[in-house]
């Protein structure tokens, strides 16, 4: 079956050629020879169920019936970690199935989502969408990281009264409300 909106493929196409000639012989061409020359119309499956396509060859006609697919329900799964609210969600780590009204299915890769970043905290229902069907996923969204405190070191040598300090003899360090703690340059003193 063959997607709707989407083109026949030729190599699927099996095509033979007989010549009947005066004297009662007939005479074959078999695919190798007919396979270059042959041509479908319409090429483009338009509807679900049974699509008749005309092949030609040499001025003759036959058709043929190629049936249409079209997608009946979606799977979507995230598989990725929590992520902070604003980031963007990594379509690699959504993996989604579009499952066919001939009882087929494939791994999707051109689908779309109703937002591509997390929102807020908490839980995030995304919609995945992929040829008018819509499937959710959900996406565990934290708090952004946040300074919480911020400790500063003077490790340089002693200054004399009246000089200043210099800005590279203080080491800075930021906690962050995750509890990570990451030394910081962009400070002021």
Do not use: H, M
Request: hydrophobic share 35%; aromatic share 12%; proline share 3%.
């Amino acid at each position: 079956a063959v997607a709707i909106g989407e083109s026949v493929n030729l190599k699927d196409f099996y095509v033979t050629a007989t010549y009947y000639i005066n004297d009662g012989f007939t005479e074959s061409e078999d695919f190798e020879q007919v396979k270059k020359g042959f041509t479908v119309s319409p090429s483009v499956i338009t509807r679900k169920g049974n699509n008749p396509v005309v092949v030609t060859y040499q001025g003759k006609n036959c058709v043929v019936q190629v049936e249409g697919k079209e997608v009946e329900t979606l799977s979507a799964t995230y598989t990725g970690d929590e992520l902070f609210v604003g980031a963007t969600i990594p379509v690699g780590k959504i993996e989604v199935y579009a499952y066919y009204t001939d009882g087929s299915y494939e791994k999707i890769r051109n689908f779309t989502l109703s937002t591509p970043t997390v929102l807020k905290a908490g839980v995030n229902t995304v919609s995945v969408i992929y040829e008018g069907k819509v499937e959710y996923i959900y996406v565990y969204g934290k708090a952004p990281l946040e300074v919480e405190e911020i400790i500063a070191y003077y490790v340089g040598d002693p200054v004399i009264a009246g000089n200043s300090i210099s800005k590279g003899d203080i080491q800075v360090e930021a906690i962050y409300n995750d509890g990570t703690i990451k030394e910081i340059t962009n400070f002021n003193i």
